[in-house]
């Protein structure tokens, strides 16, 4: 089945220590999503790839990049990981509808955990 | 600015038993989209129904069922004889058009008890 798949489902790093999520799609899908998401709250957009153009929301930190090597990979990198980034990281694809209509789809998630 | 608002945190109910989430939106757009997404405990976000600003036409797709009314700027999902596989974290979204970020209401926990 053609899907989003994160890897790992679980992470576990070090304070400061740099780490790097991954999310791969096999729905040929244009546009991909990261998400971070923190315990009893709803998702929060850190960035997304139109193709190869990178669109980054005004207040994700600058700890957070992202690299999109091929339409099928994207990675979240943190570069110094603090205990505020403990959470939920999600990948999502979509078609480029260009009207906001198509569905995001959405990976299992990487939960991040900073000793 | 968007905004998405679900007023109930958390609704618990015993299997069968119907359960409603209220979403009420706010924008200034004319064409909009509006989903509503599952979030089981195992934390995948599962696409249910999209609807479009121009078609308020309920949807009925097996147990769940969807009210959409322009008026009251809402967008409520209905499940109906709930099960336990129905626990989960339910949320409404918002894209405008012309868009591709979805601004999510806060969630409502769904809790099935058998």
């Known amino acids: 089945d053609a899907m989003v798949i994160q890897n790992p489902r679980y992470q576990v790093t070090q304070f400061g220590k740099p780490v790097t999520l991954s999310c791969s799609q096999t729905?040929?899908?244009?546009?991909m999503y990261w998400y971070q998401q923190k315990s009893s709250q709803a998702p929060k957009l850190l960035f997304h790839y139109y193709d190869k153009d990178f669109n980054n929301e005004a207040d994700t930190p600058d700890n957070f990049q992202s690299r999109r090597p091929n339409t099928s990979f994207c990675f979240l990198d943190i570069r110094s990981p603090g205990l505020g980034d403990a959470a939920m990281y999600l990948c999502a694809t979509s078609r480029a509808g260009g009207f906001g209509d198509q569905p995001q789809h959405f990976g299992d998630g990487t939960r991040l955990s900073i000793l | 600015a968007q905004k998405v608002t679900q007023a109930q945190t958390e609704i618990s109910v015993v299997e069968k038993e119907d359960v409603t989430l209220d979403c009420v939106y706010e924008t200034r757009d004319t064409t909009y989209y509006l989903f509503w997404y599952k979030q089981p405990p195992s934390g995948e976000l599962v696409f249910l129904i999209r609807?479009?600003?121009?078609?308020?036409q309920n949807e009925i797709s097996g147990r769940y069922s969807w009210n959409f009314q322009k008026s009251t700027s809402s967008f409520n999902f209905t499940i109906t004889a709930s099960q336990v596989v129905d626990s989960a974290v339910y949320f409404c979204?918002?894209?405008?058009?012309?868009?591709?970020?979805?601004?999510f209401g806060g969630g409502t926990r769904v809790l099935v008890k058998p």
């Open positions: 979204a918002l894209v405008q058009a012309a868009g591709n970020k979805l601004t």
């Open positions: 609807r479009n600003s121009f078609d308020e």
């Open positions: 729905l040929n899908h244009n546009v």
